[in-house]
């Protein structure tokens, strides 16, 4: 089995596979192609992956020779047009949002499989991509905003008077939210954090932080430990609530998600208005809309000295680390289905296999993905 790595596109640092892991997987008889300068932004050169035991070739050759593309970004149409059919191709596809995607994946006759709809099962926690570079997001932003903010986050006690310290308020506490919680905690910061799940009040409690409750959040078991879209009614009751809190706190952290929906919008411009000279909000969940009413993906918004930065790769900018866990996550789902002697095995009664693959043999697999493309084009 031959696997191959491109390099990402621009303003992407990262790279699927580190040289690390690709020795370890190259044990496993796989052999692996790797683009030239692939790993370049993440400190990885092309000796690095040659003394691991990779070959370094042309993005021309990498597609051509490879049974299984491996990408974290999906590849443009003009390399997936290059791709043989049958050929596999794994990435964070983002199908939800992507159908034009798909579509190109199913003519094109190409088994993809997706890294973002892995089930959150326990069994699948070691390759979920969503899980390690939430991580990475969670924790890099509130370092970016510690580097924005003018103040200590810490309490100081020092002979040139005390310092009090930092409110820091998160908002969603899933992967990005508990991280976030646990680094702004560990800088010495007051931690609140607000999420309509109340099955994580405890995980915020038991990292030091206070759990902003708002009654009347809607939770729904088929949404499997998601959060859902809320009414009306209790949109307008948590804008309240956050706003009370919002303009205590010094930095706001925005991390609420809906999966395959637009982000929600929780904090509003007057909050923004009313919030403390010099306070920031970081807003990582911008590339679906953000949270914040003022945030623009990809800028930093300055509003009434309020600092507003739109942020959704913050895992871009700890490229080692980040390439590190990606690597091993894809690591482990190849090895669902390549044994070992390095031949293809795959077996679609798996349920994560299952609920991965997005298209095979010309057709769309995915059910939920098949149902979201048809009532885009009916
Ligand atoms: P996510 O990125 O989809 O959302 C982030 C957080 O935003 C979630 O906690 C969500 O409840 C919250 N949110 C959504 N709407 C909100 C609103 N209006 N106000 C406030 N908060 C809001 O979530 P995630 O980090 O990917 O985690 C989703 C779920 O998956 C969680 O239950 C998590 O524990 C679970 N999970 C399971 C596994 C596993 O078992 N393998 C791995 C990772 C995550």
Known sequence: MIVGILKEPQGENRVAMLPE?????????????????????????????????????????????????????????????????????????????????????????????????????????????????????????VLDAAGRFTGFLPMLMTAAGTIR?????????????????????????????????????????????????????????????????????FKKKQRQVVHEHAIKSDIIICTAQIPGRKAPLILLRDTVENMKTGSVVIDIAASTGGNCELTRNNEIVAHKQVTIVGNSNFPSEMPVDSSRMFGKNVMNFLELFINKEGELNLNFEDDIIQGSCITHNKEILHLKVKEAIKKINP
């Open 165 to 233: 310290p930092a409110k820091v308020l998160i908002l969603g506490a899933g992967v990005a939210g508990l991280q976030a919680i646990a680094t702004a905690r560990r800088l010495g910061a007051v931690v609140e954090a607000f999420d309509v799940r109340s099955a994580v009040k405890e995980e915020v409690q038991s990292l030091g932080a206070g759990f902003v409750e708002v009654e009347g959040a809607q939770e729904d078991i088929a949404a499997k430990g998601y959060a859902i879209e809320q009414s009306e009614e």
């Open 21 to 141: 892991t690709v020795s370890s997987i190259i044990k496993s008889k796989i052999k692996i192609l790797v683009e030239y300068g692939a790993g370049i932004n993440s400190l990885a050169g092309d000796n690095d992956y040659r003394e691991a035991g990779a070959d370094i070739l042309s993005r021309e050759e990498v597609i051509l020779r490879s049974d299984i593309l491996v990408t974290i970004h999906a590849p443009e149409k003009a390399d997936i047009e290059k791709m043989k059919p049958g050929r596999i191709l794994i990435g964070v596809l983002n199908p939800f949002m992507d159908p034009e995607l798909v579509n190109r994946l199913q003519e094109r006759a190409l088994t993809s499989f997706s890294l973002d709809v892995i089930p959150r099962s326990t069994r699948a926690q070691k390759m979920d991509v969503l899980s390690s570079q939430a991580t990475v997001a969670g924790y890099k932003a």
